[in-house]
């Protein structure tokens, strides 16, 4: 197995670069996704969901919030209520619901860190990389908790978050604006995800998308979506991360 390690890197990097056209890959940059990835947040998230949907009356299972992670809570709510209610939710419907969500998490234990991120993150810092966090949360007691749990690895001013865009993942736009804060071009910066939608995201905006399966779905759900390369753990992206980063 870690015999093979180096060419499926390679093998990948070569595949990235037909379908994308770019003439080499030259890390410089990479743009973690949160809930997942760096935070262990995902059964809480997926907990605070059902309950809420419950409440207002919507069968709702911890696959489906799985399935529907990285979009913002705007969007997953809006698309439950046209399957269960035949009709688009209202700003102020989404806005409620939301702020019911958020109450639940809020009063649920604070997530771990995914175990062996920090190496990982600080490997980056240690070798010039620059990081930053795209997130389709609005969390904002997870976000400051990246402060103090990432100790200054991470600028506050680059993190992209549900706010700071339009149209939320699987769309590429936040891991566009992740690359503009970067001031990077997408063969300047992988990709780290958990989630299809997010690794579709990563995909849409041409960037070198990393799957790590640190939740309930199948493997095979992150290579579906477009994953250039699919880890089990974090101590397998950072065995690879010194292939991944040389030119
Ligand atoms: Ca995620």
Redesign the pocket.
């Known amino acids: 197995m870690r015999l093979n390690f180096s060419s499926m890197i390679e093998a990948a990097k070569k595949d990235y670069l037909a379908k994308t056209g770019h003439k080499y890959l030259n890390i410089k940059g990479v743009m973690f ?5 760096l935070f262990d947040s ?1 059964p809480l998230h997926a907990e605070a969901w059902v309950k809420t949907f419950t409440q207002i009356g919507i069968p709702f299972t911890h696959r489906q919030v799985y399935l529907n ?2 979009r913002t809570g705007a969007a997953t709510i809006d698309e439950q209520f046209q399957i269960y209610f035949n009709r688009h939710s209202t700003v102020e419907e989404q806005q409620e619901i939301y702020r019911i969500k958020s109450g639940i998490f809020k009063q649920l234990p604070k997530p771990n860190l995914i175990p062996g991120i920090v190496d990982v993150v600080q490997f980056l810092a240690d070798n010039n990389i620059a990081r930053t966090v795209v ?2 949360s609005g969390e904002s007691s997870t976000l400051e908790r990246l402060e103090q749990n990432f100790h200054g690895l991470f600028n506050r001013s680059l993190i992209v978050t549900a706010l700071d865009v339009k149209q939320g993942k699987p769309f590429p736009e936040p891991y566009l604006m992740g690359l503009q804060k970067l001031r990077l071009a997408p063969n300047e910066a992988l990709v780290v ?3 299809p939608l ?1 690794i579709q995201a990563g995909v849409a905006a041409g960037v070198f998308t990393i799957g790590v399966n640190t939740g309930i779905l199948e493997k095979s759900d992150l290579e579906t979506a477009g994953a250039n390369l699919v880890f089990d753990n974090m101590q397998q992206l950072l065995e690879a991360l010194p292939a991944l980063i040389s030119d």
């Open positions: 996704d949160m809930d997942g990835v995902m992670e990285g997130t389709g995800e958990n989630a997010g």
